[in-house]
């Protein structure tokens, strides 16, 4: 167990909707991030945010959005979804935001849009 | 950005070394590269980090040399369970993090 929890394990949606997953990173981790797995793009960094401020961004749609609360839970909204929007979504956390720190990963949400 | 790539696949023995490594252009002249294990149906879980010469911990080696455009993975004496995929992670200017595409390693007994 990673310590990282993301919620929910799977979801299925159809395509137009929105949906949001959730994200409580470790006990005392600071920095969130999100990754998009999909069988033909692999693993994708969307975004990562630092003790409530975006610190990076990826290969994140318009249509996707995230943020991290003041209690270091992140959200990341999708909307408007499409087919291709199918995949593993990861949350990961790590102490801070620096190059040179290891990141945990959670289990995953599988969003399955039909 | 940074472009990272790997091997698709590649098939060991019990017991062998299995090297793996990662091209990576671009990648920030004060950044480290990491290496994930991920097994099916689970995150990714972190193996090893390292800037420049050589890293090692409990459970593999990582080689970089000096231009830093490569990095390698050894994992020592694998068994059946490293049977996995294998990601290099580098990061550009801008913090952009970007996964290489895996190497499905598969060992035999």
């Known amino acids: 167990d990673s310590g990282v929890t993301q919620t929910p394990k799977h979801l299925i949606t159809a395509t137009g909707q929105r949906v949001t997953l959730r994200c409580s990173p470790r006990?005392?981790?600071?920095?969130v991030y999100w990754y998009q797995q999909s069988l033909d793009q692999g693993l994708q960094f969307l975004i990562q945010?630092?003790?409530?401020?975006?610190?990076a961004k990826g290969n994140i749609l318009e249509r996707f959005s995230a943020q991290q609360f003041p209690d270091l839970h992140s959200e990341l909204n999708l909307s408007s979804l499409e087919l291709g929007d199918s995949a593993l979504y990861f949350c990961?956390?790590?102490?801070?935001?620096?190059?040179?720190?290891?990141?945990?990963f959670g289990q995953g949400t599988r969003l399955t849009v039909v | 950005l940074a472009k990272t790539t790997q091997p698709i696949s590649m098939d060991s023995y019990e017991g062998q070394e299995v090297n793996i490594t990662c091209s990576h252009n671009?990648?920030?002249?004060?950044?480290?590269i990491t290496w994930y294990q991920q097994f099916p149906s689970q995150g990714p879980r972190f193996i090893i980090q390292?800037?420049?010469t050589k890293v090692t911990n409990e459970v593999a080696s990582l080689f970089i040399p000096a231009d830093r455009k490569s990095s390698t993975l050894s994992l020592p004496r694998v068994s059946l369970s490293d049977t996995a995929v294998y990601y290099c992670?580098?990061?550009?200017?801008?913090?952009?993090?970007?996964f290489g595409g895996g190497t499905r390693v598969l060992v035999k007994p």
């Open positions: 390292g800037y420049k």
């Open positions: 992670l580098a990061k550009a200017a801008g913090n952009k993090l970007t």
């Open positions: 006990s005392g981790d600071l920095s």
């Open positions: 990961a956390s790590s102490v801070d935001g620096q190059a040179h720190t290891e990141a945990f």
């Open positions: 945010y630092y003790n409530g401020e975006e610190r």
């Open positions: 671009n990648i920030a002249t004060n950044d480290y």
